[in-house]
Nanobody
């Protein structure tokens, strides 16, 4: 199976920056898309950013221009650089990866999430 472990969350003041990391491990043949989702208190989970294996990225309108997603395929790791953070960015950020494994092709795997809190 595939395990995803996020890191880099924490408390930051409005206008500050954080960088999230998500490392995938396990019996992996290939990782396809990787993305970051977030869930604010009282709201549904939403896609913040996604990146293909080839490096094509897409962002939610709410984060475009402030967040940058990137990945290191050799390390099976995806990053989310978050700048100019706003209180509205507060929430739990989840890493997701679509991966091939010896037991299943093209399945989605999720991390446990990391808390991001932006104070005013």
């Amino acid at each position: 199976q595939v395990q995803l472990v996020e890191s880099g969350g924490g408390l930051v003041q409005a206008g500050g920056s954080l960088r999230l990391s998500c490392a995938a491990s396990g019996r992996i043949f290939s990782i396809n898309d990787m993305g970051w989702y977030r869930q604010a208190p009282g709201k549904q989970r939403e896609l913040a950013a996604v990146i293909t294996r080839g490096g094509s990225a897409n962002y939610a309108d709410s984060v475009k221009g402030r967040f940058t997603i990137s990945r290191d395929n050799a390390k099976n790791t995806v990053y989310l650089q978050m700048n100019s953070l706003k209180p509205e960015d507060t929430g739990v950020y989840y890493c997701k990866a679509n991966a091939w494994t010896p037991s299943q092709r093209s399945a989605d795997y999720w991390g446990q999430g990391t808390q991001v809190t932006v104070s005013s």
